[in-house]
């Protein structure tokens, strides 16, 4: 019975618009949070790293992030600590998980957690690379992105870290090779539609004008035949 019921009441599609919706604006503060910390990381930093949550709320130099001092330290955990501007990838597939619960459309779950996961590690570590010498406040490929390149670089030179970028691109895009072919075919299809409706354009114009020819033409020939009978 126990399990008639939950089965009943996770199947109600209520119930399931309410977590997508709940999951939605997870993703949105977590997002908005996050895009905060990027100017106001610096300042939050030293009271987010002494203070437990609690402790953080009730300073009288609150947190500047506008997610307050959970949006301060939950974003301090995407951005620094973990996948940095990576992260931002992980946010958009919980949300889209929360749409698609909104909408009631499945998604290759599986498939999609994979590249969400695959390209949120790739950017870090490309990023990692790009600002590995960088002054930036911002990490922007988070600690995991600068410590991968830090061990690469410290063992195999900046060369080994930038083939090894270059290997993790590869691998990013031959992950997304199939989708990729499908945007090209979908904007080749969409360009030729254009020309189409170009085309047909252009001979509808000139049909009109062949006609507005003829119309004039017609009535020069009936002003001329009536002079002519004049």
């Given at each position: 019975?126990k399990q008639?019921?939950l089965t009943?009441?996770f199947?109600?599609?209520?119930v399931i618009?309410?977590?997508?919706?709940?999951?939605?604006?997870?993703a949105?503060?977590?997002?908005l949070a996050?895009?905060s910390?990027i100017?106001n990381?610096?300042?939050?930093?030293?009271?987010?790293?002494?203070?437990s949550?609690?402790?953080?709320?009730?300073?009288?130099q609150?947190?500047q992030?506008i997610?307050g001092a959970?949006?301060?330290y939950i974003?301090?955990?995407?951005?620094?600590?973990w996948?940095?501007?990576?992260?931002?990838i992980l946010?958009?597939?919980?949300?889209l998980?929360g749409?698609?619960?909104?909408i009631?459309?499945k998604?290759?779950?599986w498939?999609?957690t994979f590249?969400?996961?695959?390209s949120?590690i790739a950017l870090?570590?490309i990023?990692?690379l790009?600002?590995?010498?960088?002054?930036?406040?911002v990490?922007?490929?988070?600690?995991h992105g600068?410590?991968v390149?830090?061990?690469?670089?410290?063992?195999t030179?900046?060369?080994g870290a930038?083939?090894?970028?270059?290997?993790?691109?590869?691998?990013?895009?031959?992950?997304f090779?199939?989708?990729?072919?499908?945007?090209?075919?979908?904007y080749?299809?969409?360009?030729?539609h254009?020309k189409?409706?170009d085309?047909?354009?252009?001979?509808e114009n000139?049909?009109?004008?062949?006609?507005?020819?003829?119309?004039?033409?017609?009535s020069e020939?009936?002003?001329s035949?009536?002079s002519?009978?004049?």
């Amino acid at each position: 019975k126990k399990q008639s019921i939950l089965t009943r009441f996770f199947s109600d599609r209520r119930v399931i618009n309410f977590l997508g919706v709940a999951i939605i604006l997870v993703a949105t503060f977590i997002a908005l949070a996050s895009i905060s910390h990027i100017s106001n990381g610096i300042k939050d930093q030293s009271i987010t790293i002494n203070n437990s949550i609690i402790e953080s709320s009730k300073l009288p130099q609150s947190t500047q992030n506008i997610g307050g001092a959970f949006g301060a330290y939950i974003s301090q955990l995407a951005l620094s600590q973990w996948l940095g501007i990576g992260s931002f990838i992980l946010i958009i597939y919980i949300g889209l998980i929360g749409v698609s619960l909104v909408i009631s459309k499945k998604i290759n779950f599986w498939p999609l957690t994979f590249k969400c996961l695959i390209s949120s590690i790739a950017l870090s570590i490309i990023l990692g690379l790009i600002t590995y010498s960088s002054s930036s406040p911002v990490i922007w490929g988070g600690r995991h992105g600068y410590y991968v390149n830090d061990f690469f670089i410290s063992t195999t030179g900046t060369l080994g870290a930038i083939l090894f970028n270059i290997l993790i691109l590869a691998l990013v895009v031959f992950i997304f090779l199939k989708d990729i072919y499908k945007m090209y075919l979908l904007y080749k299809k969409n360009i030729s539609h254009l020309k189409k409706l170009d085309n047909k354009i252009i001979n509808e114009n000139n049909t009109n004008d062949g006609y507005e020819d003829r119309i004039t033409q017609l009535s020069e020939d009936k002003i001329s035949r009536k002079s002519v009978k004049s």
